[in-house]
């Protein structure tokens, strides 16, 4: 014998679904609201740095800058350059004596937590520009690298981003732990 239940009743379970979704809506949107107001007033922000790119899925955003609070209690004020490289400004055209390096890798290399200068390819070039040898006048480091890349992005990076540079060398920056798997 069929049971009659409220279940079977399209309209009812509309019309409870639009209560639910009402109702989380009121409690959700002010919750939201008083918890970015609370981020904005304690300094903590979320700059948007990338955006979809077809060819490698992500990418970091030209003139994107802001604050970047995670393992630094201090936080690194981030910006990206013109050409979307989180990186100081290059010139395409290499200058005579300059040995340039390309360095492609994941978000130990990218380095939003670590401040510009200290990361390990900044370092790098510092210590390679101390003990140069006479027939070049400088070494330039450039930092193609981006968060969450694989192999496979930053062969289309080197590709498609990395050449027009024309670098002497490239180094490609892997992590055992996830970029070889």
Partial sequence: MPSSTSSSDPARNWSILRSFLRALLL?????????????????????????????????????????????????????????????????LTKKPGVFRVAVLGNSYTEALVVPLEKTYWAVAQRQMNQCRPPWIREVEFINFGVGGYGPAQELITLRSRVWKYRPDAVLLAMVPTHDIR
């Avoid at 209690?73 to 050409?83: C, R």
């Fill in 27 to 91: 409690v959700a949107v002010p919750g939201f609201v008083t918890a970015e107001i609370g981020f904005r007033l304690a300094g903590i922000s979320f700059p948007e740095l990338g955006y979809p790119d077809r060819e490698r899925g992500w990418k970091l955003r030209p003139g994107a800058q802001g604050w970047i609070k995670g393992e630094n209690p201090e936080g690194v004020y981030v910006t990206i350059n013109q050409d979307g490289l989180r990186d100081r400004e290059h010139e």
